[in-house]
């Protein structure tokens, strides 16, 4: 059965993979239990039991949802622009898009990693990965805001992240693409096998501050590299990862990459590579990759370019690098909550390979090589292998793991989740899924000790099971309750863009150390406004600084002339608020960019350019009180040359008074004209 698909000839071998697209299961609208609108049920006032943070794919952003609800919390920017609070657009926040190739305004967001400390949830971090420009981001679970974006160098997709070691040492990411890097990059594409390369990069965690760097990265063979997964227990020192594409082809690789009848998992002694760079076996390349980092006194960013990457190759470090046989394409690479077993998830697979860490280990020490792939030790297959799950389904992907030694794999093509025992690799269950579901989550999955009690499936497809919202419809979410022997539907949730991973985690390790506000006093922006008395405009050639601040239901100054056409007009808005849940937003009419959400205490900047004169309205965007609708200002902007005088106020009736009729300098318009 292995070598099946080999046999075909190519035309049959298309029609396989064209079908491969999806069937869908009978009996879309299968009953569920009327227990199960209780089990979901969480009254309103109440708080759900987990946090889900979902991958929002190509949207780039990461959404938070409360479990059992499927309630939607929050959505997160992380790489792509969020007009909804100025993400990216903000002088503060711009520099957290940065980039070697500049300001890069979108990413396709796969994979989510909490962080752990021994392999268990710390509630700390999120890391989320960028596909299309390789980036790692951290986000802080306190304020739920992108902290930290780092670029990987001599990456081209990083796919197969972001990843992590058992303490958060890591977080890791490997290219998706191999491509020529280093100094010879334009090549013919025909030269793959001589000229393509790829990486895994190894992303040191600072234990206390989670900042990250760039420690070393493995140069690989060009091959492509899908997921991921680290060591735990027994296996903490390795990583793994899944890889297709070990033919090595530049054109039609659904067919071409799929000649083979086993691709590879790829084992790193991670361990072994940091003695390595510890003891200089690496070399420097020249690079240049950014790191953005948000300061959340100054709440402002600031991005750095890296001009160096520390390269190991597997030739002058032996024994850091294996490969091992694994049945066509695989996509999901998981390890087990024990450590001990990686499950590899060939997509064309006709069986679920479990591979045994122990195994591995002693036919590392005995050898027991079937031949080595561009001079990396390939072990034997049988040498490695815990067993197969047989006839598991059609397409497995992704593989998560309970409490109590069963394992849960999503299968795309046959649209359901098969349950099924790590120790005997048994059968136990199966339930449709509506439909082609890609990752799949339990609760505590990826850890040493999961949580089990809920599984969520993440749907490609969702056909008929929502109103019609023309030709796309929301991916989906499914819920089930996986306490019992059989797996139970309990609910459908639309979910924001494409989810590929989600991973959840008690609220309990979160809720209590929730950022709520800033303090004020705090605050270090270099333009913030402590109070209102401290408002003030000032000018510097054709640069106007506007230091405003916003408390209900007011924004001072709300009254400035003596702006021109051709200036650019920076407002600082300082929230004032020292209040829970009490943002302000500002925005002024023509603004080509958005509008700023200020979180009480914070500071944020909007920039604009008049290019007409005119009289342009400001208000607050956020309903923030019963007068909400009156917080609200005006700029005078006026011609090139002219000479109307900086001036601002709030309360005063005409802050130019007679100078806006006749031209003259204002006597007393309550303003202090800029210096
Ligand atoms: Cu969607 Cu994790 Cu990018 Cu599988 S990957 S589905
Ligand atoms: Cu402030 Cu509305």
Not at 31 to 58: R, T
Not at 288 to 317: F, G, Q, R, W
Request: glycine residues 8%; charged residues 20%.
């Amino acid at each position: 059965m292995k070598s099946y698909l080999v046999l075909l000839s190519c035309a049959s071998l298309t029609f396989i993979l064209l079908s491969m697209q999806s069937c869908q299961p009978k009996g879309a609208s299968a009953a569920v239990s009327s227990e199960a609108a209780k089990a979901v049920y969480v009254p309103p006032g109440k708080y759900d039991e987990y946090y889900d943070f979902v991958s929002g794919g190509f949207n780039g952003q990461l959404s938070v949802y409360g479990l059992p609800s499927g309630r939607l919390l929050k959505i997160l920017p992380v790489f792509s622009v969020f007009p909804e609070n100025g993400y990216g657009y903000s002088e503060e926040t711009k520099a957290m898009l940065n980039s070697s190739h500049g300001f890069v305004p979108w990413d396709d967001l796969h994979h989510v990693s909490l962080s752990t400390t021994n392999g268990e949830h710390d509630g700390r971090w999120v890391f989320t990965n960028g596909v299309n420009t390789p980036r790692i981001a951290r986000l802080d679970l306190a304020n739920f805001k992108t902290m930290e974006i780092i670029e990987l160098p001599n990456s081209a997709g990083n796919h197969s992240s972001p990843y992590i070691t058992e303490n958060t040492e890591y977080v890791v990411g490997s290219t998706r693409f191999s491509v020529p890097i280093g100094d010879k990059v334009d090549v013919p594409i025909n030269t793959y096998k001589q000229n393509f390369k790829g990486t895994v990069s190894f992303v040191k965690v600072d234990p206390n501050s989670g900042r990250m760097n760039i420690a070393f990265q493995i140069l690989t063979p060009g091959i492509d590299f899908d997921l991921a997964r680290g060591g735990k227990n027994k296996s903490h020192d390795w990583f793994f990862f899944s890889c297709y594409n070990s033919e090595r082809a530049n054109t039609l690789l659904e067919v071409n990459a799929s000649a083979k009848d086993k691709d590879f998992i790829m084992a790193i002694n991670w361990k072994k590579a940091e003695e390595y760079a510890k003891a200089g076996k690496g070399k420097n390349w020249p690079v240049s990759y950014a790191h953005n980092i948000y300061d959340e006194k100054t709440h402002t960013a600031t991005s750095t370019m890296i001009k160096e990457v520390l390269v190991l190759d597997p030739k002058d470090c032996p024994d850091m690098v294996y490969f091992m046989p694994c049945p066509k394409s695989p996509h999901g690479c998981d390890v087990d909550p024990s450590g001990e077993y990686i499950v590899g998830s060939g997509k064309l697979a006709a069986a679920i390979p479990v591979f045994s860490f122990t195994k591995m280990e002693q036919a590392i020490a005995a050898k027991n090589f079937e031949g080595t792939f561009e001079g990396i030790p390939v072990l034997k297959y049988d040498a490695v292998l815990h067993g197969e799950v047989q006839k598991p389904g059609l397409g497995p992907l992704h593989t998560e793991f309970d409490e109590k030694g069963n394992a849960y794999t999503s299968m795309f093509v046959s649209s359901e989740i098969v349950k099924w025992r790590v120790k005997d690799l048994k059968i136990l269950d199966r339930v449709p899924t509506y439909y082609s579901i890609g990752h799949l989550s339990v609760m505590g999955g990826p850890t040493k000790k999961p949580y089990g009690k809920y599984m969520v499936a993440y749907n490609k497809i969702t056909k008929d099971r929502y109103l019609p919202t023309g030709p796309e419809l929301a991916q989906s979410a499914q819920l089930y309750d996986i306490s019992g022997d059989k797996m139970k539907l309990l609910l459908d949730f639309p979910t924001v863009a494409e989810p590929h991973y989600a991973e959840a985690l008690p609220a309990s390790l979160i809720v209590k150390k929730n950022v709520k506000i800033y303090k004020i006093e705090e605050n270090a922006h270099p333009y913030a406004t402590k109070g209102e008395g401290l408002a003030k405009v000032t000018r510097n050639g054709n640069i106007v600084h506007v230091y405003m601040t916003a408390i209900r239901s007011h924004l001072t100054p709300d009254n400035i002339e003596g702006v021109k056409v051709g200036d650019s007009v920076y407002f600082h808005l300082t929230n004032l608020e020292q209040d829970w849940d009490v943002p302000h937003g500002f925005a002024i009419k023509h603004a080509n960019n958005a509008e700023i959400l200020i979180m009480p205490g914070e500071t944020q900047t909007l920039a604009f350019k008049p290019d007409r004169p005119g009289i342009y309205p400001f208000y607050c965007t956020d309903f923030c009180s019963a007068l909400h609708q009156e917080m609200q200002g005006y700029l005078r902007v006026s011609p090139v040359g002219s000479n109307v005088p900086l001036a601002f106020s709030t309360g005063k009736k005409n802050p130019s008074d007679s100078a806006a009729a006749s031209g003259a300098k204002p006597t007393d318009t309550g303003a202090k004209p800029s210096r």
